[in-house]
């Protein structure tokens, strides 16, 4: 008994599609897979009365993210900025920061700022930044010390 490993990281998204095109372009993830859920098994597991979920699996960097779109019963769009209790985000390790943030800043990503060096805990030495996903999702790029 006991917790064995990660499945995936999940977000609620406005369009689980558009969403997921989006991560494919810009981050070079990958659609694994695009389904619904029926309402009733979807009521189930939520505890929200109407909900019909069209879920997309994305994988990038070896990690699964379940982009999870409210079709039946949506809910409002939250202020996710990171000092927001309830708040998350994924964190990346890349190889070339810099590079990475020259390549998608004019594709109109939106970061929060250029690349800033750490300089404490584990990453000291490295970089790293944080990016938003076109609902505002976190993600963390850090290139680690001697990448």
């Avoid at 810099?98 to 000291?124: C, H, I």
């Amino acid at each position: 008994m006991g917790l064995v490993s990660i499945n995936h990281t999940s977000f609620t998204v406005s369009d689980a599609r558009a969403i997921a095109e989006w991560y494919c372009e810009m981050l070079d993830f990958t659609v694994v897979s695009v389904d619904t859920r029926p309402q009733d098994y979807s009521e189930k597991v939520t505890g929200i009365i109407g909900a019909d979920l069209r879920i997309v699996y994305i994988k990038g960097g070896g990690y699964h993210i379940e982009l999870v779109e409210y079709v039946g019963a949506p809910g409002v769009k939250i202020d996710t900025a990171t000092n927001n209790v309830g708040s998350a985000h994924i964190a990346y390790n890349v190889n070339d920061l810099k590079g990475m943030y020259e390549a998608l800043k004019p594709k109109g990503v939106r970061f929060v700022s250029p690349p800033v060096p750490v300089t404490q805990g584990p990453n000291t030495g490295g970089f790293v930044v944080y990016l938003e996903d076109p609902d505002g999702n976190t993600l963390e790029l850090i290139e680690r010390p001697g990448a």
